[in-house]
């Protein structure tokens, strides 16, 4: 038991624990330098709460001048209004742009009529008919010589989904960074 | 952000309200309110940084720094207590100091050996006793300077401030055990460093 065992081999941590309100190990009674030990922490301890410090060296509030410079700068209070209660617009514009971008990307991607294969016809049926009738007024267009009715490239389509995309992505970044500017350390 | 703090606060207790008025008197830019609460915190906010920065003008730096800190974030203050989250700041203020030594380490702390100890009004009239008091807790303060900062951080947290193990877990971000561990480390070692002192603090 413990009152055979040296000192040395008595656990020190599990008495110093006991100041934390762990359990007092049964050392502390049967070893006198483990008694002792326990004794000495809990002086230090009780001392360390009464313990006096230093006078403080000077007065620490803060002048007109500390405020000044503390005023944050330009982009430091924009980085503070987003994200904040008071910015209702970059949250949704975020969505926004970046539901626009994955429905392009989306549309570039599908092999359908509706996306990319519609998307690959440069040139609308109706410049065709005006061209293969050439002095034939189109009854539809009206003029023949205007610029033909396209809908975008891919290539446009993509590069405008993934610059949607990155938007959006940069603006969810901006509130990330506003918000961890804005807190405490 | 700018909430009001009336309704998230418990106003019961007339400190806190007291000091939650500062506060809204502060964010709306009123800087005698915001050197009202410095007034009010600065001693208590120098005794704990100066036990775990100790280094008087370095532990001023860090509580201004953390004042600096507090007026520039009013408008994170989401109620509860001031004090505590002066305290919060504070605790930050001085780890980074103690990081910034660690950084560019010039000279040891200074011992504090000072004249100008002084107790609480009202602490004390026995001269005596102010001198024994004065003695035990110099020494106490070189022990504190000789252990290590985290030991250190933990042990005045724990037995000073009397935040309890998860606070102080969350405080310094480090796992619970980190911080148990480093209590009883810090105790044991302040022991050794005493021992041919203890019977300044025995009886």
């Given amino acids: 038991m413990a009152e055979h065992t040296p000192h040395a081999r008595h656990d020190r941590f599990a008495i110093a624990d006991a100041l934390g309100g762990g359990v007092v190990p049964s050392t502390v009674r049967t070893c006198p330098a483990c008694g002792a030990l326990h004794v000495d922490l809990l002086s230090i301890q009780s001392a360390l709460r009464h313990a006096w410090t230093p006078p403080r060296p000077r007065d620490l509030r803060l002048t007109i001048a500390d405020v000044a410079r503390l005023k944050p700068a330009l982009w430091r209070r924009v980085l503070g209004i987003i994200g904040s209660a008071q910015d209702a617009i970059t949250r949704p514009l975020g969505i926004a742009f970046t539901s626009l971008g994955i429905g392009g990307l989306l549309l570039t991607a599908l092999p359908l009529g509706i996306g990319a294969g519609m998307a690959t016809t440069p040139v609308s049926e109706y410049a065709i008919r005006a061209e293969q009738t050439p002095g034939m007024p189109s009854d539809t267009t009206g003029d023949a010589t205007a610029p033909p009715l396209t809908t975008p490239s891919p290539d446009l389509l993509l590069l405008a989904s993934v610059g949607s995309l990155g938007t959006g992505g940069a603006i969810f970044v901006l509130r990330r960074v506003a918000s961890r500017t804005r807190g405490v350390r | ?203």
């Fill in chain 2, 1 to 203: 952000m700018e909430e009001d703090l009336r309704s998230t606060t418990v106003p019961d207790d007339p400190v806190q309200r007291r000091d939650l008025i500062l506060i809204e008197r502060a964010r709306d830019g009123d800087l005698d309110a915001f050197n009202d609460l410095v007034a009010l915190y600065q001693d208590s906010l120098f005794a704990l940084v100066v036990r775990m920065v100790p280094d008087r003008d370095q532990a001023a730096d860090a509580v201004q720094e953390a004042f600096f800190s507090a007026y520039r974030n009013l408008s994170s203050f989401r109620g509860g207590s001031v004090k505590s989250w002066l305290n919060r700041i504070c605790v930050n203020a001085a780890m980074d100091t103690q990081r910034a030594r660690k950084r560019r380490p010039v000279q040891p702390y200074p011992e504090l050996e000072d004249e100008s100890w002084q107790p609480r009004a009202g602490d004390e009239v026995d001269p005596e006793r102010i001198a024994v008091h004065a003695e035990r807790s110099r020494a106490l303060a070189a022990a504190l300077a000789h252990i290590t900062d985290d030991q250190r951080t933990a042990i005045v947290l724990y037995d000073v401030e009397g935040y309890d193990y998860a606070e102080i877990a969350e405080m310094t971000g480090v796992s619970l055990g980190t911080v148990k561990s480093r209590i009883h480390r810090g105790r044991l070692s302040l022991r050794e460093i005493l021992t041919d002192r203890m019977e300044l603090f025995r009886g």
